[in-house]
């Protein structure tokens, strides 16, 4: 397929109208922005639908963009169809004080654990996850470690700043 992105594109684009909210190349790599509300249709369809065949999800994981007004969460699933060696990238944003979006388990039982990790570590809520639970930290946790909301270095320090890893 010499024009992956494309092709992908319009096919989401027939189906699913304005919830593609953006695509583009990253790193040899199509990437598509969907809205939440139609991210488990749109993954349903790229792994049944007879040309795309997208059976793999090789992984997914969570962000945080604190400067991302209204937009401060997402989710990024990678996708793979082995037989046509075709891989794509799918992103979903989010605000913060509405984290939850549509567990992908039952497309996808690998998502299980990750789903679990991706609670644990951002507080991402997973609508229709069978046992969304804290994974590797301790349930007393108040809060979730990889939200950029934290500092990085002790503050009555004056020798360290979070400048130095990139914030």
Not at 73 to 94: D, E, P
Not at 96 to 121: G, M
Request: net charge negative; with cysteine; charged share 30%.
């Amino acid at each position: 397929m010499e024009n992956l992105l494309q092709y992908i594109q319009e096919k989401l684009q027939a189906k699913f109208g304005d919830a593609v909210v953006s695509s583009e190349m990253s790193y040899d790599f199509p990437v598509f922005a969907v809205k939440r509300e139609k991210l488990f249709d749109i993954m349903k369809f790229l792994k049944e639908d007879a040309e795309t065949q997208f059976g793999f999800l090789t992984t997914l994981c969570g962000v945080h963009y604190p400067d991302n007004k209204g937009q401060e969460l997402g989710m990024v699933y990678h996708l793979h169809n082995m037989q046509k060696n075709w891989r794509i990238r799918v992103k979903t944003f989010f605000p913060i004080n509405d984290p939850e979006v549509s567990s992908v388990t039952s497309l996808f039982p690998s998502a299980n654990w990750q789903e679990r990790q991706e609670y644990d570590f951002f507080g991402i809520l997973f609508k229709g996850h069978p046992n969304l639970k804290r994974i590797l930290n301790m349930d007393e946790m108040n809060y979730h470690p990889m939200r950029k909301e934290y500092a990085l270095e002790d503050g009555l320090r004056d020798d360290k700043d979070d400048q130095m890893f990139g914030r």
